[in-house]
């Protein structure tokens, strides 16, 4: 079964730069997409791509099967639900159940 | 953001009654999605459009139908309401280069 996979939480300090990690079993997947979600908006593309990118604060690794997004400069206004996915083919994309992303002070 | 919208934002309906979302765009993209959003689950495909009256099932697909008679719309509809179909639908649009741009979701609850 094509899955991805991302850790629920992650916690981190205001002004540290954070990493969440994620990983797929998804069938000829080449590319990675990491959304953004508030509650009670869109989802937003922060950065996507099949090789190291950076948009802004948002850095992104790649390798074959694995990324992680980076968010350096960490604030508390960045505490939300961020979703990875990947190309499952047919222009469809397999998400992770989310990380939710908590900020302290 | 890209012209896309889902109507409507919130819905509160009994269990047994057919419920119909729409979503309207105005970026002219041949793919459009619908997913459903649940604590634990992420975001799960529940079917795609490639264009005009064609469809495919996605991941969680059962009782739920579609339809796409024109490029800027694609209807979700419940043929009868459970509880478990609880849950908040996003729909969303993708051009070739796979990027996807949602709505703002539509909050459905079934009592």
């Known amino acids: 079964k094509d899955q991805v996979f991302q850790p629920s939480t992650v916690a981190s300090s205001e002004g540290a730069v954070v990493e969440i990690f994620c990983n797929h079993s998804?069938?000829?997947?080449?590319?990675f997409f990491w959304y953004l979600h508030f509650p009670g908006c869109a989802p937003r593309l922060l950065v996507k791509?099949?090789?190291?990118?950076q948009q802004g604060r948002y850095n992104m690794t790649y390798e074959r099967f694995s990324s992680s997004l980076l968010i350096l400069q960490v604030r508390e206004a960045d505490a939300a639900v961020y979703y990875c996915?990947?190309?499952?083919?047919?222009?469809?994309?397999?998400f992770g159940t989310g990380t939710r992303l908590l900020v302290s002070p | 953001d890209a012209g896309i919208t889902q109507s409507p934002r919130h819905k509160v309906t009994e269990t047994g009654t057919p419920v119909t979302l729409r979503c309207h765009q105005t970026?002219?993209?041949?793919?459009m999605y619908w997913y459903r959003q649940d604590p634990g689950h992420g975001l799960r495909l529940i079917h795609y459009?490639?264009?005009?009256?064609?469809?495919d099932k996605g991941e969680v697909s059962d009782g739920y139908s579609v339809s796409r008679s024109k490029t800027e719309d694609f209807l979700l509809t419940l043929e009868s309401a459970t509880s478990s179909q609880t849950s908040v639908y996003f729909c969303?649009?993708?051009?070739?280069?796979?990027?996807?741009?949602f709505g703002s979701g539509t909050r459905l609850t079934v009592v």
């Open positions: 969303a649009i993708s051009d070739r280069d796979y990027g996807y741009t």
């Open positions: 998804v069938s000829n997947a080449y590319n």
């Open positions: 791509g099949s090789k190291p990118s």
């Open positions: 996915a990947c190309s499952g083919g047919f222009q469809k994309l397999v």
């Open positions: 970026e002219n993209h041949r793919y």
């Open positions: 459009s490639y264009g005009v009256k064609d469809t």
